[in-house]
């Protein structure tokens, strides 16, 4: 991605590999969710924070395209770029890119909607929050 909202940086712990030495794809999930929480808590928003006001996020879909792998010790990046479609989901546009040779690991697709007592809310609840950090949530396709 050119341009995003977010980054961090996270290095493979020998647990998170297989059988086969590299990281189980399903441990990236767990690395781009983790990215996520990290981005909200950037802008002093949280999950625990938004569940106390009656407000919960869900991953509706996951898209997630596999295009390299990390081993044990690679150190890596994961980079957001936030976005809504429609007046109901949040998108994620996240990469995760290994360091040492820049190489596009993982590309992921995540979509999320606000539920308040079991029904979906717009984001734009939050939009006061988003727009004090400086980020503009605009339209995805």
Same mark, same amino acid.
């Given at each position: 991605? %050119?341009? +995003?909202? /977010?980054?961090? &940086? /996270?290095?493979?712990?020998?647990?998170?590999?297989?059988?086969? =030495?590299?990281?189980?794809?399903?441990?990236?999930?767990?690395? @781009?969710?983790?990215?996520?929480?990290? +981005? #909200?808590?950037?802008?002093?928003?949280? +999950?625990? %924070? #938004?569940?106390?006001?009656?407000?919960?996020?869900?991953? *509706?879909?996951? &898209?997630?395209?596999?295009?390299?792998?990390?081993?044990?010790?690679?150190? /890596?990046?994961?980079?957001?770029?936030?976005?809504?479609?429609?007046? @109901?989901?949040?998108? +994620?546009?996240?990469?995760?890119?290994? %360091?040492?040779?820049?190489?596009?690991?993982?590309?992921?697709?995540?979509?999320?909607?606000?539920?308040?007592? =079991?029904?979906?809310?717009?984001?734009?609840? @939050?939009?006061?929050? /988003? %727009?004090?950090?400086? *980020?503009?949530?605009?339209?995805?396709?």
């Amino acid at each position: 991605m %050119k341009y +995003f909202d /977010f980054q961090t &940086e /996270f290095q493979v712990r020998d647990y998170e590999c297989d059988i086969q =030495g590299h990281v189980n794809n399903a441990v990236y999930q767990n690395y @781009l969710e983790h990215c996520r929480h990290l +981005f #909200l808590r950037s802008i002093d928003l949280d +999950f625990a %924070k #938004l569940h106390y006001r009656g407000i919960d996020a869900v991953v *509706i879909r996951a &898209e997630i395209e596999y295009k390299n792998s990390l081993y044990p010790g690679d150190d /890596f990046m994961i980079q957001l770029k936030m976005g809504r479609r429609g007046h @109901l989901r949040i998108i +994620f546009d996240q990469q995760i890119i290994r %360091k040492s040779d820049n190489k596009l690991i993982v590309n992921a697709r995540i979509t999320t909607a606000l539920v308040k007592k =079991g029904k979906p809310v717009s984001p734009s609840i @939050l939009e006061a929050e /988003f %727009k004090k950090a400086g *980020i503009e949530i605009a339209e995805i396709d």
